[in-house]
């Protein structure tokens, strides 16, 4: 189990995360942490802090308390979301959020890795052959190089997800964030979205927040269960459905909803 | 191509045909009079101030109603450098405009005086409406304010520029505005040859705009318009500052707004605040509605083509323009919601669609060409 190993080798690190709206605690004093290349998935039912906790993580939401630490030694709290991204935290929304009047080839080639984003810099920011190559790999993963040079707003749901995966797999981003990616998808783009993701974590950490049980149990490793904010248990996806505790919060009261 | 070719020609119809053709004999039946090049010139100087808001609007998504302020920031640049060009030569035969005669200013008050200087008028007309872009751009956009709601602010800054320009207590005119001009650069308005050197400024100043739109749109940053546009969130977290690209484009925008109100006023003779409130912004807009946004053909299009109609309404059925102009409006926002060029590159992308794949058969394997799909909308 993840929880005994030692914190300066995790990727990402978070301590004693508290967020207040108003009053409401979307994390109380969460505690969690991810070591390198490690396929992660949060559960929790609704409203535990699961979208919250990836918005503390990417920037989005600036924690009340806490400290959020990635790699070894960067502290995320107090940075904008642009500048986390370019540290290599990369985010895939839950609806899919591409960009639909490019094709799919500069949807790729804008997301990816560069030393500058800024206005001038990105003036001169044409793509080296190296990316180009490095593109045409990406769209073999993802499975769209056939549809490369297509307009992205024209891609079915299933595909526009892959583009999204793809777009966060170029910015060479060493932690991905991905949202319930397989809501809304058949079954087939299920077990492609899934097979995706195995091949994207060979390389980088992968932290996937998700519903479908069948889903996360044909991904995970490693569950972690929230419960109101707080880290309720995580472990072995098998041991933590056998879990009281989340029998109780969870699976037991909320099992039909979940799904 | 077909898209450069038809630039490169109406550039050469617009820079070389029309004033030669002016400069024909009256008696002679392809002459075009000095009335209606000076009218061109009025409404390419609307299209270089269209090219702008296409920028930021067509491309960015960004909704300004506030381009007013910015085309008469860089009128009033040139109207100051003009009025004070009258020198003597004005009514009350004092070395100050006559409106401060007859508001009692005793002397030229020091923000006038740099703008005996013709270099630093061309500067002025440059720089105050970026610089004041700038300021507004950073505020609101650093603040993430969007959408609608930067749209509404933007009619504020028309409005309170607006009242502000109106006080006399200004010194730029008030209600009146600048007016009575004799001479720009040293050359008498009243002759023909300036307005016509006028006109060719004009022309080739829309050229240059045009390239330089044509530039930024082409170039990687103008994908991240197109972006901006589709899912600034999706752009934020592709580590990019939306906030940088947007003040960026509204800067440019608003250079060119200033250009276009600097070329406007020798032309057309008289600026006053009521170019510059919430009324001609809107205006602006529907131009660049009408001809199509996020192309660059589009609002060139759209500001001649309305204001030329307006010009031929407004002579022969003063009454009717107005119910004109706002069914226009209705017309493209609920049926032509891409314009009149947007419509037509649409249409034809579509009555060439089997072209370019029978091509790629033909071609068999092999990357697919990035140019094949250059115009993606």
Known sequence: MTVDASPQGSIIYLEDVTVDYDGFKALRELNFFMDHRELRVVIGPNGAGKTTLLDVISGKVRPTAGRVIFGKDVELVGRRENEIASLGIGRKFQTPSIFGNLTVRENLELSRFRHSKGVFATFRAEPTAEERRRIADVLDTIGLADKASARAGGLSHGEKQWLEIGMVIVQRSELLLVDEPVAGMTDEETEKTARLLHSVAEERAVLVIEHDMEFVRSIARTVTVLHEGSVLCEGPVDEVQKDERVMEVYLGRSRAEAH | ?377
Not at chain 2, 194 to 220: E, I, K, N
Not at chain 2, 260 to 267: F, N
Not at chain 2, 331 to 359: C, H, I, N, Y
């Open chain 2, 1 to 377: 191509m077909r898209e450069r070719a038809l630039s490169v020609g109406a550039a050469l119809v617009l820079v070389v045909v029309l004033p030669v053709l002016n400069a024909l004999p009256a008696e002679s039946p392809l002459h075009v009079s000095d009335f209606t090049l000076n009218l061109f010139g009025k409404f390419l100087a609307y299209a270089i101030l269209a090219l702008g808001i296409d920028l930021i609007w067509g491309y960015a998504g960004v909704l300004s109603l506030g381009h007013g302020v910015f085309f008469g920031l860089g009128a009033y640049a040139m109207g100051m450098h003009l009025m004070l060009e009258i020198g003597t030569q004005s009514v009350y035969r004092n070395v100050l405009p006559d409106f401060m005669v007859w508001n009692r200013v005793t002397e030229l008050p020091l923000f006038w005086r740099p703008f005996y200087s013709g270099p630093f008028t061309v500067l002025a007309v440059l720089v105050v409406p970026a610089v004041v872009a700038f300021v507004f751009g950073y505020l609101t956009f650093r603040s993430r304010i969007r959408g609608v709601y930067f749209s509404i602010i933007t009619q504020a800054l028309a409005l309170s520029a607006w009242l502000m320009f109106n006080r006399n207590s200004l010194n730029l005119g008030g209600t009146n505005g600048l007016s009575g001009f004799k001479t720009a650069f040293g050359f008498p308005l009243n002759d023909p040859a300036t307005q016509r050197g006028l006109y060719v400024v004009t022309a080739l100043a829309l050229c240059a705009a045009y390239l330089v739109c044509r530039y930024v749109t082409r170039s990687p940053v103008g994908k991240v318009l197109v972006a901006i546009r589709d899912g600034e969130t999706r752009v934020l977290f592709s580590g990019y500052s939306p906030a940088a690209f947007k003040l960026f484009v509204l800067v440019v925008s608003a250079v060119l707004a200033g250009v276009a109100g600097a070329l406007y006023v020798p032309q057309v003779g008289i600026i006053t605040p009521a170019k510059m409130g919430v009324l001609p912004s809107i205006e602006m807009i529907v131009w660049v509605a009408v001809g199509g946004r996020g192309t660059l053909l589009g609002p060139v299009v759209g500001a001649v083509g309305v204001n030329w109609l307006q010009s031929i309404l407004t002579t022969t059925y003063p009454d009717l323009w107005l119910l004109v102009f706002g069914g226009m409006f209705v017309a493209v926002v609920l049926f032509v919601p891409d314009g009149v060029v947007g419509t037509a590159q649409k249409m034809w992308s579509r009555a060439g669609l089997r072209r370019p794949r029978r091509e790629a058969a033909a071609a068999g394997s092999g990357e697919p060409a990035r140019e094949a799909v250059e115009s993606p909308r």
